[in-house]
């Protein structure tokens, strides 16, 4: 008997095994085929996770932006001003106002624009903008809203403020003016991760 032979008697392989030992070549492949399935749906599941994660990330990060930004002076002067105007104040009324209204209206109708575009993009959730700045957001284009209506007609500029409006109207929709306040609805709220006890 060659050694071929008995290798082939010994191994099992095909070629090298008699055909009651002999290995599917087949069922092997299928195996393979199968591990290497479950190890991409498994790493496919990894990284929508940690895609999840990431996003969760910088909407957090996002939200603590928004809540920097309402908070210096300018932003809380510019508002001070124009909420303490009555609603729906028309544009010529406001003109009369001066260049110190004006400016603070300037100042808020970006800073509501710019909340609007990465509302709409999804950078920012409209639930957490509709806590923290939904009744403002409202208010302060009933007021504004009459002037940037004049600017969009008299210059030929329909996409001015398009997005202030936009967001004021999607709070509006959502009944932000309608909701029962925070201090009222959540008024038996437990704090699901109190401090430690010492």
Not at 56 to 61: G, V
Not at 157 to 176: D, H, I, K, V
């Amino acid at each position: 008997m060659s050694l071929l032979s008995m290798a082939s008697r010994d191994c099992g392989f095909p070629g090298f095994l008699g055909e009651k030992n002999r290995v599917s070549w087949e069922a092997i492949t299928a195996l393979s085929t199968a591990f290497t399935g479950i190890v991409i749906v498994v790493t496919a599941l990894i990284g929508i996770d940690q895609l999840r994660q990431l996003r969760a990330q910088r909407r957090d990060a996002a939200a603590v932006e928004l809540v920097r930004s309402l908070q210096d002076t300018t932003f809380s002067n510019a508002f001070g001003l124009i909420q303490s105007l009555p609603v729906g104040i028309s544009a010529a009324d406001f003109h009369a106002l001066g260049a110190r209204y004006e400016e603070a209206a300037t100042i808020l109708a970006f800073r509501f624009e710019t909340i609007g575009v990465l509302v709409y993009r999804g950078t920012i959730s409209l639930e957490i903008t509709s806590d923290v700045i939904g009744g403002a957001t409202i208010g302060i284009w009933q007021r504004m809203k009459n002037v940037a209506f004049e600017v969009r007609a008299e210059q030929d500029w329909p996409m001015y403020l398009e997005w202030f409006q936009w967001l004021a109207e999607q709070l509006e929709r959502r009944g932000r003016l309608r909701e029962t306040p925070a201090h009222i609805r959540l008024r038996d709220w437990t704090d699901p991760h109190p401090p430690p006890t010492r």
